[in-house]
């Protein structure tokens, strides 16, 4: 079964500053998907990254990229620039693409809470 | 706003009541998924549905049954409620299965 670890329970960041938040994961699959969803207090789940595995290039959305490296099974997700409004916990996610009983499944990782300081 | 809605947003019940939540995907996804998040559990996969056909399964309950009706909206139905079960229980929704997944605002369930 694949797992997702996120070894930082908390970080902060100051307000402009840059900051990665780290995540790894666990799979015997050469082709999956991977996601960082951001959860901010008011508990929505607002989708900010992903990423195929079978594409060598680190996939970017405007303040957010990643930095993806397969063989390590690493998938770190950098905001540049940030923002009060990017306070929140972020999970890091793996699915399958492949069928049977985990067809369509996220497994999630534990989560990372950022704190932004102004 | 991700466009999938559910309903209710929060709920208050008591132990061995049963509950139904509602979920209504974004226009055009086929796609339907239900997660549990709980403080001790995290995130967890329960089940999928794709255009009326459940597709996968995961750690769900036999007291949690789950159903996608013919306009693609879904029901969680919890039952013999514990007060293990107070989460917050989210819908997502994906165009294809699988797909990428955009998730509701979440139900609050509190069983006391």
């Known amino acids: 079964a694949q797992t997702v670890t996120q070894s930082q329970p908390e970080m902060s960041v100051q307000e402009a500053e840059t900051v990665t938040l780290s995540c790894t994961y666990d799979t015997s699959e050469s082709d999956y998907y991977l996601f960082w969803y951001k959860q901010p207090p008011s508990r929505q789940m607002i989708l900010v990254i992903r990423q195929e595995a079978y594409k060598q290039q680190n996939a970017t959305e405007n303040r957010f990229s990643v930095n993806f490296q397969k063989a390590a099974k690493s998938f770190s997700l950098k905001i540049s620039d940030s923002q009060l409004g990017d306070a929140a916990m972020y999970f890091c996610a793996y699915r399958t693409i492949f069928g049977g009983t985990s067809y369509g499944k996220l497994t999630f990782g534990q989560g990372t809470i950022l704190t932004v300081h102004p | 706003d991700s466009g999938v809605t559910q309903t209710p947003k929060h709920l208050i019940t008591a132990t061995g009541q049963r509950v139904t939540l509602r979920c209504s995907p974004r226009s055009g996804d086929l796609s339907v998924y239900w997660y549990q998040q709980s403080l001790d559990q995290g995130l967890q996969f329960l089940i999928q549905y794709y255009n009326g056909e459940e597709r996968a399964k995961g750690n769900i309950l036999e007291r949690f049954s789950a159903q996608q009706f013919p306009d693609l909206h879904s029901e969680l139905n919890l039952s013999s409620l514990e007060l293990g079960d107070s989460a917050l229980y989210f819908c997502?929704?994906?165009?294809?299965?699988?797909?990428?997944?955009?998730f509701g605002p979440g139900t609050r369930l509190l069983v006391l």
């Open positions: 997502a929704s994906s165009v294809e299965a699988p797909g990428t997944q955009y």
